[in-house]
């Protein structure tokens, strides 16, 4: 094994946000991407996650918001450039050299075999693989030899080498690491990765070759490999070609070194094979008579390729004249009838309205009439009506060999494929395949098909090869439009009706286009019509073929550069979206079934060519070049399609197939679609969040969580909770005096207030506002042992400061008052409801936080002995006993005042006893209870 040339290994990346014209062409940092070894290691161990990392914006300040995950792409199969790579990695990195060494594994089952697995990793077939992969994905970055990242179009990032330089991988720098290598092992082995100097790239190896040094059998084959070896090392040419490739040959200290200890210790059977080398060398060089043999075997051997080639020429002729003999291009009407069925046919498309009063016609070109037949197994078959004068039974031996060369020779895919003749429906026709698709012409005229300019020049480019090839055969077409081009399968443009003229120079009649229309005009019953039919037909003709036959125009005597000319009207009518010289003809309705025949004579003898607009001019410039190219006056002025494809070429140089561009529109419309769906899935995700929000504002997170999975949720008890109930002093009163608008504003501007005081407190769930009665619970239905009486009290304080040091609202004349009830004891909770669910208390203790705010007064906090044994746990509450007070339902009670806290620090109102009785009577007389 011996190095034979060295190369780079680049790191390819697809990054929008930088530039794509990097290059070595100075340090500067911006536009390229420019990584250190920390941060190349850090990428491809897993360290380094998001392309914003502190180590890669260090020399990378347009990525600096760029939060995105790192794809790193590896070669899936085992090969030399991953070793390079490794090896590389591990003289960047000690830690990498320890943990990974080495190697050369791809992937397995698409699964990383050496590589970080924690990796974002993707694992690709060589390096077009590779490539292919980083092309496809935003943000990528892989390894790959430098000829397949120039090949691809990838951007290469420039890496820092051993003395501290981005470097960008190529010849030169390459040069400069084989320069800087030591001398090859007694292994003929060595490495180039990170070596010192200003220009040294820090990642390359050599392409190794592997010969049987000792073992080899065949002397013949072993010198000629020598020879090649030798050449392949040391010969100019050779060396040109390798860096056309981006490989660097090897300098003379190390081809002298791999010369010594490789080529010149090769042995054949005992023998030196560079001297038997250098023996036959001497032996050609000296020998006079040394290329008589070589050249008599070489002329022996030309002589019988030619005998060859004759004698197939002769047999294909002998096959051609027996075809004609048997007349075999001849289908029976028994054969198609057995293998095949009718399913329709084919019918050109009539003038829509016809007469002086038409005031829209159908601008198709007419005169065409078929069938379709379909074969139970294969390619439907298209039957046209052949010329009347052409009848086998009289055809001339000429005419049958053209037949024969029509079905044997002309295939091109961009033709209708010619099958034979047959007889059927008493008349003799053409078979030929059947596109599936249509005409083009209709496809031009439906509006339905948006033919886009990919689709546009495909369509001119199908058929400007369909006519090289016939001209290639010299076959003149003579009479090309729209309307004898059709789609198939594959939306490829093929040409019809292009035998009719060669059989008619081979029958030796004179040919005129279009003469089955022309034929026809004495059977309609309104000639006018069938000549305005016919003449249009003529618009594709070139002027110098136009002739005047017994009073009508006729098209005769067509050459190559006619066929020029028709095609370009084909791509004026292709790229204009409309037939030719139809505004002409709108515009001169008045004798709209003379205007062709005055158009054609203007054709004839004042040059008229179609309109050309300048908007179409300014849109498709090379297309109008040509198109007037094709249109000169002078006949062999026109360009030849072989000329007219180059400017196709050149005009358009990423031409694709219909086939091709339709692929790419349903790929562009499958990722649009996609992102609606995206689209539409976040937009029920944010509905989805706002329903859960509402849920969870109406009920418990917990319970909602339940309900909304389709859950039971089933009542709970709960041992000791606090019960809070408010309500307004004077709210009858305010009501019965204010508009309903205005006491809509207080309520809400009272429980939002109060909503706010709520969101402070840690533990506290309000149950519901009904009125201006406003319910709260804690210890429900999140259970906190004892704490639900502080967190009640601290509540209450809360509110009442609000109250009396807040303006609750604008509508309020007079400072709001509020009088509270708070009870401690056992309650049961559930839902209650499905279609709108409430969270509701149920219990004695609930019913008696109820009386305690109903038979509180304003501005007080009144509590049932149960809350104050409860509060009286953290000694930090001032309550004061109101008394025995004999509360509805229940009895005389204890109750007491809830005063203030010593961690309150809000204002609250002053406590007088004295003050109840003035107090009592700012109630309502319902609110006395």
């Avoid at 329709?344 to 037949?373: C, L, N, R, Y």
């Avoid at 669910?837 to 009386?851: I, Q």
Wanted: with cysteine; aromatic share 10%.
């Amino acid at each position: 094994m011996f190095p034979t040339m060295a190369a780079s290994v680049s790191l390819a990346y697809n990054l929008p946000e930088l530039s794509p014209n990097c290059s070595n062409a100075s340090q500067e940092l911006s536009g390229c991407l420019n990584l250190s070894q920390e941060a190349l290691v850090g990428i491809f161990n897993g360290t380094i996650i998001y392309w914003n990392d502190p180590l890669i914006v260090m020399y990378n300040e347009a990525l600096r918001d760029v939060n995105r995950t790192i794809t790193v792409v590896v070669r899936a199969d085992g090969s030399g450039t991953t070793q390079i790579f490794s090896g590389a990695l591990g003289r960047f990195s000690p830690m990498w050299k320890t943990t990974y060494s080495r190697f050369s594994d791809g992937c397995k089952n698409g699964q990383p075999v050496k590589w970080n697995a924690s990796l974002t990793i993707r694992c690709g077939n060589a390096g077009r693989g590779v490539a292919a992969i980083i092309m496809e994905n935003k943000y990528s970055i892989g390894y790959l030899g430098t000829s397949d990242a120039r090949d691809s179009n990838l951007m290469e990032a420039r890496l820092q080498n051993k003395d501290g330089y981005l470097i960008y991988p190529n010849l030169r720098n390459v040069q400069s690491a084989l320069d800087a290598s030591p001398s090859f092992s007694a292994r003929l082995t060595s490495d180039l990765n990170n070596l010192p100097g200003d220009l040294t790239y820090p990642i390359a190896g050599f392409t190794y070759f592997v010969i049987r040094k000792t073992t080899m059998r065949n002397c013949t084959v072993a010198m000629e490999l020598y020879r090649m070896l030798d050449y392949l090392l040391s010969d100019p040419l050779a060396q040109t070609v390798a860096r056309d490739l981006l490989k660097v040959p090897l300098n003379d200290n190390a081809f002298n070194q791999v010369k010594q200890q490789a080529l010149n210790q090769m042995i054949c059977q005992g023998q030196s094979v560079k001297e038997m080398t250098e023996y036959a060398i001497s032996v050609e060089n000296g020998s006079r008579d040394a290329w008589k043999l070589p050249t008599a075997i070489v002329i022996v051997l030309v002589m019988v390729v030619v005998l060859i080639v004759l004698s197939m020429l002769g047999y294909s002729k002998y096959q051609k004249h027996k075809s004609a003999l048997t007349n075999s291009f001849i289908l029976s009407n028994n054969q198609i009838e057995a293998q095949m069925k009718p399913v329709g046919s084919v019918t050109s498309t009539k003038t829509k309205q016809s007469g002086p009063s038409s005031t829209m016609i159908d601008w198709m070109a007419t005169g065409f009439e078929g069938e379709i037949i379909q074969q139970i197994i294969g390619d439907n078959l298209l039957l046209t009506p052949l010329c009347a004068h052409l009848n086998p039974e009289e055809l001339t031996w000429q005419a049958k060999i053209a037949l024969v060369r029509f079905r044997d020779e002309i295939a091109q895919g961009n033709l209708v494929k010619f099958i034979g003749i047959c007889e059927r429906k008493e008349r003799w026709n053409v078979v030929s395949i059947c596109p599936t698709k249509g005409r083009l012409t209709d496809i031009l005229r439906t509006t339905k098909f948006n033919l886009d300019n990919i689709f546009r020049n495909s369509i001119i480019n199908d058929i400007a090869k369909g006519m090289a090839h016939l001209h290639q055969k010299n076959i003149i077409h003579g009479q090309l439009t729209t309307s004898c081009c059709y789609i198939d399968a594959r939306w490829n443009v093929v040409i019809g009706d292009w035998e009719q003229l060669s059989l008619h120079k081979a029958q030796k009649i004179e040919f005129y286009a279009f003469e089955r229309v022309h034929s026809a005009l004495q059977d309609e019953q309104n000639q006018e019509i069938s000549q305005y039919d016919y003449y249009k037909l003529l618009f594709w003709t070139a002027p110098e073929a136009l002739v005047w036959i017994a009073g009508v125009y006729a098209a005769g005597g067509m050459q190559k550069s006619a066929d020029v000319y028709s095609y370009g009207v084909v791509v004026y009518e292709t790229f204009a979206g409309c037939e030719p010289y139809e505004s002409v003809l709108k515009a001169l309705s008045e004798d709209l079934y003379k205007s062709p025949q005055m158009l054609l004579k203007q054709i004839k003898s004042e040059q008229l060519r179609p309109a050309y607009y300048n908007e179409l001019a300014m849109k498709f410039d090379e297309i109008g070049a040509l198109i007037w190219s094709t249109w000169d006056t002078t006949p062999h002025n026109r360009p030849t399609f072989s000329e007219i494809l180059k400017q196709l070429k050149m005009a358009n140089p990423k031409q694709k197939s219909i086939l091709d561009t339709m692929m790419v529109a349903v790929e562009r419309y499958a990722f649009n679609l996609e992102e609606k769906v995206m689209e539409r899935t976040r937009d029920l995700e944010k509905t989805t969040k706002s329903l859960e929000s509402l849920l969870n504002n109406m009920l418990p997170a917990a319970l909602a969580a339940k309900l909304a999975s389709g859950e039971l949720v089933e009542p709970e008890y709960f041992e000791s909770a606090t019960v809070f109930f408010s309500d307004i002093v004077g709210f009858t009163t305010f009501a019965s005096a204010h508009t309903p608008f205005e006491v809509v504003k207080l309520l809400n501007d009272l429980y939002s207030a109060f909503d706010a005081v709520i969101i402070q407190s840690s533990d506290v769930y309000k149950v519901e506002t009904i009125g201006d009665a406003y319910m709260c619970v804690s210890g429900i239905p999140n259970r906190n042992g004892n704490k639900h009486s502080a967190e009640i009290a601290n509540l209450a304080l809360s509110i009442l400061s609000t109250v009396v040091t807040v303006k609750i609202s604008d509508v309020l004349s007079e400072p709001l008052k509020v009088r509270i009830g708070i009870n401690s004891g056992p309650v049961i909770a559930g839902i209650v409801g499905l279609k709108m669910p409430r969270y509701c208390l149920f219990g004695d203790t609930v019913n008696t936080a109820s009386r305690m705010e109903s038979s509180s007064l304003p501005l007080r906090i009144q509590l049932s002995e149960a809350t104050k044994v409860l509060l009286e746990e953290f000694n930090i509450y001032r309550v004061v006993e109101r008394g025995l007070r004999d509360v509805k339902g229940k009895g005389a009670m204890l109750t007491y005042w809830l005063i203030s806290s010593d961690e309150f620090s809000g204002v609250l109102p002053d406590y007088d006893a004295t003050e109840d009785e003035q107090l009592f009577s700012l109630l309502d007389i319902g609110q006395v209870k």
